[in-house]
């Protein structure tokens, strides 16, 4: 396993919400403020900031199949983007993986 997966898969596991994002990105800074709005602690990675960026990026898209940022995870499982997020909250789906 690389060191960017193994990075990757410690990042997901060891936070309730793991939000891969960009600082640009206005997908992002919709899902970052709804899970402000949760009160529950989250992580972000803003790969636009870090050396490695790239490299997380392109490993997330290997792993989710998905190439489009906000990457985001809930206790481990992956949700998608901003949309699936929201449309989780509405459904409850992100209270009740966060319960568990």
Do not use: W
């Not at 410690?10 to 990105?25: E, L, Q, V, W």
């Not at 998905?66 to 992956?78: A, D, W």
């Amino acid at each position: 396993m690389s060191s960017t997966r193994q990075t990757i898969e410690n990042n997901i596991f060891n936070h309730p919400i793991m939000i891969y994002s960009k600082t640009d990105c206005p997908h992002s800074s919709s899902a970052k403020s709804a899970a402000r709005d949760l009160g529950i602690e989250f992580q972000v990675e803003e790969l636009d900031r870090i050396a490695d960026g790239e490299s997380i990026q392109s490993e997330l898209e290997q792993i989710t199949g998905q190439k489009s940022i906000p990457n985001i995870f809930v206790r481990g499982e992956h949700i998608g983007g901003c949309d699936e997020f929201l449309k989780g909250i509405d459904s409850g789906m992100i209270q009740r993986l966060l319960s568990n």
